[in-house]
Every structure is written in structure tokens, then in C-alpha cells.
Nanobody, 122 residues
Framework: VQLQASGGGLVQPGGSLRPSCAAS????????IGWFRQAPGKEREGVSC????????YYADAVRDRFTISRDNAKSTVYLQMTNLKVEDTGVYYC????????????????WGQGTQVTVSS
């Protein structure tokens, strides 16, 4: 099982990024797949996830209405469209599969890959 995240970068506040996560085909069969982030000095946070069954989505309060998660089953890829980025969004973003849904989904993560750095700074 492999998850490869890419597409992070340096952006000014208010800007946008669209990280992607290329997954092995069987990974997309897991209950949920999504993104969690880790910032220096902060607790790990489950940002967003999407179910494989019906495409239900979850967003953390801090990113709701700014981030959108989507999946392309044909490409075995999950995306995280991030808009109106804030300094506090800075961190390493990891994609992972999970066995639960909701705020603590990332605690049940089964597999995750190397993260991609997102830095929001002026």
C-alpha cells in the first residue's frame, strides 16, 4: 500500500494550493481516505476525509468553507483544494487511509505516506 502526497509549497495569505495524493488502487477501497496535518508545536489535526462508499466528506472547523476534498477513482488520486489560505494552515500535510469517519478519523489511520510541506507566509 502506497500513498504519495505532492503539491505543497509556499504561498501568501489568501492564496490557494491543491495538494494531491496518488494511492495504490487497493488503498481507495478503504473506508475513508483523507488528509491530516502536523505543525510545529501543535497537535496533529485531521483536516478532511472522504468515504469510498458514498463520497461523504468531513472537514475540520478550521478549514470548512475554505478546503474541498475530492477523489478521482480512475486516477486513484485524492485532492485537497485549499483556498483563502491562512498562516495557521502552515504545516506538513499527510494523506492517509482510515477506518472511521469524523473528527477523529485520522486516529484510526491504517496507512499514510510522506507528507508535503505547506507554508503560508507573506
Amino acid at each position: 500500500v502506497q500513498l504519495q502526497a505532492s503539491g505543497g509549497g509556499l504561498v501568501q495569505p489568501g492564496g490557494s494550493l491543491r495538494p494531491s495524493c496518488a494511492a495504490s488502487a487497493t488503498t481507495l477501497d478503504y473506508y475513508t481516505i483523507g488528509w491530516f496535518r502536523q505543525a510545529p508545536g501543535k497537535e496533529r489535526e485531521g483536516v478532511s476525509c472522504i468515504t469510498s462508499s458514498d463520497g461523504s466528506t468531513y472537514y475540520a472547523d478550521a478549514v470548512r468553507d475554505r478546503f474541498t476534498i475530492s477523489r478521482d477513482n480512475a486516477k486513484s488520486t485524492v485532492y485537497l483544494q485549499m483556498t483563502n489560505l491562512k498562516v495557521e494552515d502552515t504545516g506538513v500535510y499527510y494523506c492517509a487511509t482510515g477506518t472511521s469517519f469524523g473528527p477523529s478519523w485520522y486516529l484510526s489511520r491504517s496507512y499514510w505516506g510522506q507528507g508535503t510541506q505547506v507554508t503560508v507566509s507573506s
